[in-house]
């Protein structure tokens, strides 16, 4: 089983639709979790942190399920440039390594 | 700007040889990493090192070795390239001595072995 695991879409929506999708982590002693955004043939970025108590980034708001295993990210009022890979990322122990999901591919449509 | 840099964007090998890929970094991080990516695999870390000439092994060292002589600099070494080996190459750095610390990665490097 992957430790980390996500729908690798793709999700297609329309510009100013609301788009979510969701990530599962194996490891229940994970700490630390983050969203990457990686543009086609670019390297992948930092998008955010997600919290326990969730947190919103302008029009991204990411929410963690502890009980559930898993994390999530919203997007509202989507955008042309949201078009990219959405990569799920996980500390699974306290040390450097993190562990990344396949992605989830989103496309934003005029 | 942070920044992150790899030595070629897209190579080309033949089985056996040997190949090396060079990440430098700009930022003074302690911290760099090797990944390849793959198609539906994700990212999968190779080696990272924390340290100049300290180096661990990731979740897939087999056929790679790693070299730290100098901070800013993190090389990935094939010793024999083989066709499985052919992936997308990310060399990554961070400051922190955390994994919660940002991941600045570099364009990456193409790699096809032949």
Known sequence: ?110 | DVKVTQSSRYLVKRTGEKVFLECVQDMDHENMFWYRQDPGLGLRLIYFSYDVKMKEKGDIPEGYSVSREKKERFSLILESASTNQTSMYLCASTSGATSTDTQYFGPGTRLTVL
């Open chain 1, 1 to 110: 089983r992957k430790e980390v695991e996500q729908d690798p879409g793709p999700f297609n929506v329309p510009e100013g639709a609301t788009v979510a999708f969701n990530c599962t982590y194996s490891n229940s002693a994970s700490q630390s979790f983050f969203w990457y955004r990686q543009d086609c043939r670019k390297e992948p970025k930092l998008l955010m942190s997600v919290y326990s108590s969730g947190n919103e980034d302008g029009r991204f708001t990411a929410q963690l399920n502890r009980a559930s295993q898993y994390i999530s990210l919203l997007i509202r009022d989507s955008k042309l440039s949201d078009s990219a890979t959405y990569l799920c990322v996980v500390n699974i122990q306290s040390d450097y390594k993190l562990s990344f999901g396949a992605g989830t591919t989103v496309t934003v449509r005029a």
